[in-house]
């Protein structure tokens, strides 16, 4: 047990238990994420009430998320990220301190994790909020009056590829798939299509 409550043990089980926390609501599935960071976030619990934690550094360290949130942006700049990485690490390094405010966690392995930590966010979580962030590139509107084609059999139910993306669909007559049909209204998110049918000549 005496290994659990080393401050630098201590401290990358906090660390890694909230990455895999905040991994977990970006992709919820199977649950093993979440029942994995609830079990380190408990022991990482214990361990602060054996060791002398500085609930300043917390603070610290939670203040240091808004400049990291801002720099995930687009509109983001350099010194977000700066100010972020210096903030969490500072709290990082002080979150265990002895008497006389004497850091324990090494200042070193602070500024690492909190690098490949923060980094890691920055590459993989951005991209995420663009995603998020991004307008759809076609709203249901503008697809009314549009031609595109049928991705399966389309009555009641089916879907067609209209306007570079797929979506759910209808029609009053049975179409088959790779079809071309027209957009002729829509319900809530559903589009009502039509096949678009070649016009045959008369004979003379």
Do not use: C
């Not at 408990?42 to 934690?53: E, K, M, R, V």
């Not at 500085?54 to 203040?63: K, R, T």
């Not at 966690?105 to 602070?110: E, I």
């Not at 991209?127 to 076609?138: E, H």
Request: glycine residues 8%; without cysteine.
């Amino acid at each position: 047990m005496e290994i659990l409550l080393n401050p630098n043990i201590a401290y990358l089980v906090i660390v890694i238990g909230f990455l895999i926390a905040i991994l977990a609501l970006f992709t919820p599935g199977t649950g093993v994420l979440e029942v994995v960071a609830l079990a380190l976030l408990a022991l990482a619990g214990w361990q602060i009430s054996q060791l002398d934690f500085n609930w300043y550094a917390l603070i610290i360290m939670l203040v240091g998320v808004f400049p990291f949130l801002l720099a995930l942006r687009k509109t983001g700049k350099w010194y977000h990220f700066v100010i972020a990485l210096l903030a969490l690490t500072l709290g990082s390094t002080f979150l265990f301190v002895e008497t006389g405010w004497k850091p324990t966690v090494n200042p070193f392995l602070a500024a690492l994790v909190n690098l490949l930590v923060v980094g890691f966010f920055w590459l993989v979580l951005r991209k995420g909020w663009d995603a998020l962030l991004a307008a759809p590139r076609n709203q249901l509107v503008d697809a009314v009056g549009a031609e595109g084609e049928t991705r399966s059999h389309v009555h009641t139910e089916g879907s067609v590829y209209v306007k570079g993306e797929l979506w759910s669909a209808t029609s009053p007559r049975p179409i088959e798939p790779n079809k071309k049909v027209k957009v002729v209204s829509r319900k809530g998110y559903t589009l009502v299509v039509e096949e678009i049918t070649s016009a045959v000549p008369n004979k003379k």
